[in-house]
Nanobody, 120 residues
Framework: QVQLVESGGGLVQPGGSLRLSCTTSGFILGFYDMTWYRQAPGKERELVAQIPAAVGSTHYVDSVKGRFTMSRDNGRNTVYLQMNSLKPEDAATYYC?????????????WGQGTQVTVSS
């Protein structure tokens, strides 16, 4: 059974840090492009950071460049999003996504999300 479970969200003051984790099971993480998305109330879901399965650069949305770092540990079946210098506009529900085409079939998996609140 495929599962993606996000954790690490919570309430943090502006300027603070959080580390989100996405623990996966039921598929081989190393074959999948992994992406963190976020969605704030009343707004569309936004791609935050993406790390490819193969060797390649991690992509970040401009608004988080220099503040957020995405990483993956295929051996631990986990991806991370280190978020520093958090701003109120970073507040959202953060979702983990796994995507790969294997034997011609698109596999696209989502977690349930973890809430990040940035407020003083």
């Amino acid at each position: 059974q495929v599962q993606l479970v996000e954790s690490g969200g919570g309430l943090v003051q502006p300027g603070g840090s959080l580390r989100l984790s996405c623990t996966t099971s039921g598929f081989i993480l190393g074959f999948y492009d992994m992406t963190w998305y976020r969605q704030a109330p009343g707004k569309e879901r936004e791609l935050v950071a993406q790390i490819p399965a193969a060797v390649g650069s991690t992509h970040y949305v401009d608004s988080v460049k220099g503040r957020f770092t995405m990483s993956r540990d295929n051996g631990r079946n986990t991806v991370y999003l280190q978020m520093n210098s958090l701003k109120p506009e970073d507040a959202a529900t953060y979702y983990c996504n796994a995507r790969a085409t294997i034997f011609g079939r698109l596999n696209d998996y989502w977690g349930q999300g973890t809430q990040v609140t940035v407020s003083s």
